[in-house]
């Protein structure tokens, strides 16, 4: 119970690599706040946490809403009196060529992406300082390399990861932790809720879910992470190579990022 009694804030809790934290972390005694914008998937998720013995609350909140952010941070406060670790992991994907999108979409992107992770933080963030606990940010391989027609997908977590890298300097000496999640890909409904040009959502992953890594996987790296206290992590082979190529040889892997968008189903360059 490596978390005995710790409060932990899941934004985005319902499914995929949310979900999979709140089980993880609550397995490990901690107390756990969990967050959604459906009613119905969010009180599914919570039931499933307790019928796991794990001591759980659900807030209602729409992660680019700056108002159920400070909801979130005072419900939980109300509730169990603290905040020990924020899980900033509500986003939302995109595939569409940036010449044909809407950039209302742009916005929805950023705007629950990166503001829903600036939002929760600020507010969580004095409860934090407090209990000298750990501000968690669930990024991307987007982060580190962009990829065609994933434009504002990738322009949110390269804003996380630059929001978090400063945040963490400002607070390095106060004890508080601050660890930046890149997992590669992963088994979960991103792709599948992922908005097109016009915003409606995809509905078919264009990739083949079943190499991917688990939700569970990821929940299990995060929680270690968590414990050493660890700066960042960058998860899968796929994921470590897309990084160190980028930085050593970008050039190369723009032509290697554009064919593998080619072969996908439905590709935008067909």
């Not at 119970?1 to 972390?25: N, P, R």
């Not at 629950?112 to 992770?117: A, D, E, M």
């Not at 390269?158 to 607070?171: C, D, I, K, P, Q």
């Not at 991103?190 to 915003?199: C, K, M, P, Y």
Request: aromatic share 8%.
């Amino acid at each position: 119970m490596k978390f005995k009694d710790k409060v932990v804030i899941i934004t985005g809790a319902t499914s995929g690599i949310g979900e999979a934290c709140a089980e993880v972390f609550g397995r490990e005694g901690a107390k756990i706040a969990i967050t959604g914008r459906n009613p119905e998937k969010l009180q599914n998720s919570l039931l499933k946490l307790k019928s796991k013995g794990v001591d759980a609350i659900s807030i209602l909140a729409d992660a680019a809403s700056e108002k159920d952010n400070q909801n979130l941070a005072e419900e939980t406060l109300k509730h169990f009196g603290r905040i020990d670790v924020l899980i900033n992991n509500a986003g939302i994907g995109m595939r569409a060529l940036f010449e044909a999108m809407d950039l209302e979409v742009f916005k929805k992107v950023m705007d629950t992406n990166f503001y829903g992770s600036v939002y929760a933080t600020k507010y969580c963030l004095p409860a934090i300082l407090e209990s000298k606990g750990s501000i968690i940010g669930i990024s991307s391989i987007n982060g580190y390399r962009g990829t065609p027609a994933r434009t504002a997908y990738t322009a949110s977590k390269y804003a996380m990861n630059g929001f978090f890298e400063s945040l963490r300097t400002e607070v390095m000496k106060k004890g508080v932790h601050v660890l930046v999640v890149a997992p590669g890909f992963t088994e979960s409904n991103i792709r599948n809720i992922a908005l097109t040009a016009d915003g409606s959502s995809q509905g078919e992953s264009p990739r083949d879910e079943a190499k991917m890594m688990t939700s569970a996987e990821v929940a299990e790296h995060i929680l270690k992470a968590t414990l050493n206290r660890k700066r960042d992590i960058v998860l899968t082979l796929q994921g470590k190579m897309a990084v160190f190529l980028n930085k050593w040889m970008p050039g190369i892997l723009d032509g290697i990022v554009y064919n593998q968008m080619a072969k996908e189903k439905d590709s935008p360059f067909n």
